[in-house]
């Protein structure tokens, strides 16, 4: 049984940063990309960052670039998202995914799913 748990979400004043942790468990992680997706509420899940089978290729939404910063650990099935500068519109569930093609945006091309973890930036 595949699951993904993410955790590290709490409330953090603007500009603050935190660090989201994924642990995979139940899939060859090597074998799968893995995304960052954020859902802020009345809004639609929206692509935050991914990072390919290595670790060697990121890619990150307009709106996170600079600020943060996917990496992957395999040798601990884990998967981590720092976020730094944090602002109000940051806002959201975030959750990871795994998916076993490459190079995906959309959230239809993701295999597996987190329950989410809930960040909130206070202004």
């Known amino acids: 049984q595949v699951q993904l748990v993410e955790s590290g979400g709490r409330l953090v004043q603007a500009g603050g940063s935190l660090r989201l942790s994924c642990a995979a468990s139940?899939?060859?992680?090597?074998?799968?990309?893995m995304g960052w997706f954020r859902q802020a509420p009345g809004k639609e899940r929206e692509f935050v960052a991914f990072?390919?089978?290595?670790?060697?290729?990121?890619s990150y939404a307009d709106s996170v670039k600079g600020r943060f910063t996917i990496s992957r650990d395999n040798a601990k099935n884990t998967v981590y998202l720092q976020m730094n500068s944090l602002k109000p519109e940051d806002t959201a569930i975030y959750y990871c995914?795994?998916?076993?093609?490459?190079?995906?945006?959309?959230?239809?091309?993701?295999?597996?799913w987190g329950q989410g973890t809930q960040v909130t930036v206070s202004s």
């Open positions: 139940g899939l060859p992680f090597s074998s799968y990309f």
């Open positions: 990072i390919s089978w290595s670790g060697s290729s990121t």
């Open positions: 995914a795994a998916a076993l093609r490459g190079y995906q945006y959309d959230v239809e091309e993701y295999d597996y």
